[in-house]
């Protein structure tokens, strides 16, 4: 998201897994279109609209939390659901890895992330030998 995080919103750590509802609507808030009545979902370009159609729209790290984002107003997107799961889908190898993450933020764990990766790259290699 551009610019400040709308007043009234409570701050939270950034290191936090999800962000707020409160955060979420506020931002859909944001993006709302005068004009096309709704909010465009950055990656698929539908237009969702009322209650229910804005009710799939999801916020999340445009930097993935797992590469290291951070739960911040400046690293929210909102996406529709379909869109979320594709991408949460193609950085699924990193997500295997995210359940544990060391709590020694704000990087949660990139070093571990970096060598989880390469020991998958290993594990990967080892299983088309085999
Ligand atoms: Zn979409």
């Known amino acids: 998201m551009n610019g400040k995080l709308p007043a009234g919103l409570p701050d939270i750590d950034p290191c936090d897994r999800l962000f707020p509802h409160s955060w979420r609507?506020?931002?859909?808030?944001?993006?709302?279109?005068?004009?096309?009545?709704?909010?465009?979902?950055?990656?698929?370009?539908?237009?969702?609209?009322?209650?229910?159609?804005?009710?799939?729209?999801?916020?999340?790290?445009?930097?993935?939390?797992?590469?290291?984002?951070?739960?911040?107003?400046?690293n929210l997107v909102?996406?529709?659901?379909?869109?979320?799961?594709?991408?949460?889908a193609k950085v699924a190898g990193d997500y295997v890895l995210s359940p544990s993450l060391p709590g020694d933020?704000?990087?949660?764990?990139?070093g571990t992330l970096r060598e989880s990766s390469g020991n998958l790259d290993g594990l990967a290699t080892a299983v088309s030998k085999a």
């Open 78 to 88: 909102i996406l529709c659901r379909p869109c979320n799961r594709r991408k949460h």
């Open 25 to 74: 609507d506020a931002a859909i808030r944001v993006l709302m279109h005068p004009q096309l009545g709704g909010v465009v979902c950055p990656r698929c370009g539908i237009v969702f609209r009322g209650r229910a159609e804005l009710r799939r729209l999801e916020a999340d790290h445009d930097m993935p939390y797992s590469q290291g984002g951070l739960t911040t107003w400046a």
């Open 105 to 110: 933020c704000p990087s949660h764990g990139r």
